[in-house]
């Protein structure tokens, strides 16, 4: 597949057109101003941010120094049919002991990653994760017991979820992985308690809880408002939010068809539980391509997205070719259905995550 920096037909700018503001102060992935660029017209986007990128990989990698442990296996919990109610009522139940065995499964997949990312023990309460995953989730089981559309349920905990993550993500970003993959076996404990046409009615309320929550919608909005009225990045990221979900579910369907009998932690790519992670996974790599535009900087990628997929990719058997697979395709699927002029916007900063996270990176 042709790589993107060969892309030239459409005669868009490279990376080092855009400029950053201040120079890079230090190289130590510690540095909070590795994401500034430099004026240097010599001096690209790309080769500072895929020069970034492997000094971080190759520090963490170096830190990995204990061995893997079990994931504890799945408590059988009842399935059984029922009414609204009963099922409100099972959910309730269960919710305590689902997020309190989600976080015995956290610590048994990334407990060494505390130390291999070199996280703040302190930053990682995991009775206040705990915590904060039971009362979002309840507000999803309580909207369902009141019989509130889907689509309400964004504007009932909307805000609830974005500073939940926020209050994370500020922290630490990497703490936002725990905290992520907490809600995410919280959610597979809860879905196992429900009969199959329980799971059918319940998913999509647990979806727009997960989607907030690994999506950096506040984020999003803030910059965009600190953007003047039709700014051309403005525009840019108005048209592609507008097709998002449609370019995920192709770049996700090409990608399996690339990858047949590939299989990840959780299962294969033709199973539907990993089909809508791994769609939402297309989405949220779209999400901070679109931050990246608004914002002006690689930041967002450098700071929350590229650490967090190198603490939970390898130990989720999320393999490095197929996310490079999926960028290729996401470039060819962003170019079909954006104007030049919007595609003109977001490559310079596609391609530079396209090679932070290409095998020139991870090879090292």
Known sequence: MTDISQVSSKSLPAADEIQQGDSLASQDITDSDTHKLPEAKSVSVSSFAVSWAKKYYSTVAARENQAPRQIP???KLTNFEGNRAKMVDKLKHTLKLASEIGWSRVEAVLGEQIERHAIDRSLINPLEIAADTRTLYRKAIDAYGDR???????????????????KYSQTDPLVLGFVAVEFQYTSKILLGCLSELE????????????????????????????????????????????????????????ASSQHQGYRSSSGY????????????????????LCWCVLEG????????????????????????????????????EISDRLPDEDLTVFLPYLRTLTEMFSSDVFDN
């Open 269 to 288: 790519l033709s199973d539907r539980e990993v089909k809508i992670s791994g769609i939402r996974d297309v989405e949220i790599f779209q999400s901070y």
């Open 199 to 254: 799971r059918s009615e319940f998913t999509p309320y647990l979806k727009v809880i997960e989607d907030y929550l690994h999506i950096p919608y506040g984020e999003i909005n803030q910059a965009a408002a600190n953007q003047p009225p039709n700014s051309r990045a403005l525009l840019a990221v108005q048209h592609l939010l507008q097709h998002t979900t449609q370019i995920a579910s192709a770049v996700y369907d090409r």
């Open 148 to 166: 509130e559309p889907v689509f309400r349920l964004s504007v009932l905990v909307g805000k609830d979820i974005i500073q939940v993550r926020r």
């Open 73 to 75: 296996q799945s408590p």
């Open 297 to 332: 900087s690689i930041r967002p990628v450098q700071q929350e997205l590229f650490p967090i997929c190198v603490m939970l990719y390898p130990k989720l058997n999320v393999s490095w070719e197929l996310v490079q697979d999926m960028l290729l395709i996401l470039f060819w």
